[in-house]
């Protein structure tokens, strides 16, 4: 199993540009995360699925921001237009959606918004 | 609201033990987890614990939770400079506290 797979790992882009990232969970795993981590505010979740269905977004901080989950081994967060005040760590993991079950993590993918 | 809290750092002389703190509000949490950070790499699941657990033993680890004052602790015994990293405590994997960077002195 090669894990929840994340890309880019890296992404610098400049302010105003969309900003797409990309979440393979793993296979099987029927909740998916998008987490954002940054020195200030440690680790955020920003929105959870379960079976592709969006279940709480109160984490998204702005409408600038978009999650989606259009199959079971995909899911994207968009920033259209990115800030500066974006660049962070952002994760992505999946867990078997069982209580009790821990999450996988993806390597996340580092964006730098200049 | 729901948070979990812990404290930014923690300082340890290698072979000694590390206690990394946290405390949170909600009662109903059913388990509650460790992750691991290290650098530059994502979180890995270290240890969980079950609300009706007072302590849990996994090696060099072990898990106290205090349910009457809602608190969790993670005790690393024999600390080694592999233990460098920032740990996060959360309730059911969807309240998180902020990570407790361990960093290990020489």
């Known amino acids: 199993d090669a894990g929840v797979i994340q890309s880019p790992r890296h992404e610098v882009t400049e302010m105003g540009q969309e900003v797409t990232l990309r979440c393979k969970p793993i296979?099987?795993?029927?909740?998916l995360f998008w987490y954002r981590q940054t020195m200030m505010r440690g680790l955020e979740l920003l929105i959870y699925?379960?079976?592709?269905?969006?279940?709480?977004d109160s984490g998204m901080p702005e409408d600038r921001f978009s999650a989606k989950m259009p199959n079971a081994s995909f899911s994207t967060l968009k920033i259209q237009p990115s800030e500066p005040r974006d660049s962070a760590v952002y994760f992505c993991?999946?867990?078997?959606?069982?209580?009790?079950?821990?999450?996988?993590f993806g390597s996340g993918t580092r964006l730098t918004v200049v | 609201g729901e948070d979990v809290e812990q404290s930014l750092f923690l300082s340890v002389r290698e072979g000694d033990s590390s206690v990394i703190n946290c405390t949170y509000t909600d009662s109903s949490s059913t388990y509650l987890y460790w992750y691991k950070q290290e650098p530059g790499a994502g979180l890995q699941l270290l240890t969980y614990?079950?609300?009706n657990m007072d302590m849990k033993q996994d090696q060099r680890l072990t898990v106290l939770l205090n349910k009457k004052d809602k608190h969790l602790s993670l005790r690393i015994a024999d600390t080694q400079t592999g233990d460098s990293a920032i740990y996060f405590c959360?309730?059911?994997?969807?309240?998180w506290g902020a990570g407790t960077k361990l960093i290990i002195k020489p």
């Open positions: 296979s099987g795993h029927n909740s």
């Open positions: 959360a309730e059911a994997g969807l309240i």
């Open positions: 614990i079950f609300s």
């Open positions: 993991a999946s867990s078997l959606g069982r209580v009790g079950h821990g999450y996988t």
């Open positions: 699925f379960n079976n592709n269905v969006p279940i709480d």
